[in-house]
């Protein structure tokens, strides 16, 4: 393993907290251009998990990010679907570390997770912030990754352009507000076909089964059914917000215009 490289960490891990990203596509979008994310592909509304609904969302698709409340009954069902699949230690997976420094900043760390590891579906644009945080991470642990995030001041830049941005419905929180209600985490297509769940704030991801990239969108929705949405009577009632979005190759507007 590569030696961790000199940085100011004590520096970054006492700066003021990242700014939280809104769960909306099109923020989600302008985060993931700033960094390196192809001009074919991008975020989308996942409007339900029917399979109807499912049907609009363009494939291929690779990663799903979601935003869910952090009540009592999710938090359970999640810690015991962590203790009952083996934890994810293939060198196929990016995995970083979400120290509590980045402040409320699980949507950025979401969708570095999201895009890094979907590289196998597509190329990212060399020298930008996230190619340059993927290279200095090679070898190092998700604890170092997640220092190492820290540091970078230009993608740090990037993600709180990314939370003021235009295309925000909702005012930006504070950067040093409270702890928020809500969460996000992401579900990867592995270039290995499993389906894997990933969340910063977590010891490491969780391995869901076996999927492809033509599978994924609907395996992962049922995961998300079956951990994160409230049972019949379980009684969390209207307090429950949920927001979903998929990460996939977008249509080409040439090849439109050449079907019409």
């Known amino acids: 393993r590569r030696p961790m490289p000199t940085l100011d960490v004590d520096s970054a891990l006492a700066s003021s907290a990242w700014l939280p990203l809104e769960s909306n596509p099109e923020i989600f979008n302008a985060f993931g251009k700033r960094i390196g994310l192809p001009d074919d592909w991008g975020f989308v509304d996942v409007l339900g998990l029917d399979d109807e609904l499912l049907d609009m969302v363009p494939e291929p698709c690779a990663a799903l990010i979601l935003l869910f409340p952090c009540e ?84 740090r830049e990037r993600s709180d352009a990314a939370a003021e941005d235009a295309a925000a419905q909702t005012a930006c929180p504070r950067r040093d507000g409270p702890d928020l209600e809500h969460h996000f985490v992401a579900f990867v297509c592995s270039s290995k076909g499993r389906l894997v769940e990933l969340d910063g704030t977590k010891a490491h991801p969780i391995d869901h089964g076996e999927v492809s990239l033509r599978t994924f969108k609907r395996r992962a929705a049922a995961v998300v059914r079956e951990l994160f949405l409230p049972r019949d009577g379980g009684g969390t009632g209207a307090s429950i917000e949920f927001a979903l979005c998929a990460l996939c190759r977008l249509a080409r507007r040439a090849e439109g215009e050449q079907g019409a």
């Open 72 to 155: 009592p009954e999710i938090m359970a069902r999640r810690r015991a679907a962590a203790s009952a699949h083996d934890p994810v230690t293939t060198d196929d997976i990016y995995f970083l570390a979400q120290h509590a420094a980045a402040g409320n900043a699980c949507g950025t760390f979401a969708a570095i997770h999201a895009i890094s590891n979907s590289q196998h579906a597509f190329e990212l644009r060399r020298g930008t912030p996230l190619d340059q945080l993927l290279s200095m991470g090679h070898g190092m642990s998700a604890d170092e990754r997640g220092r190492v995030l820290l540091t970078m001041s230009d993608l």
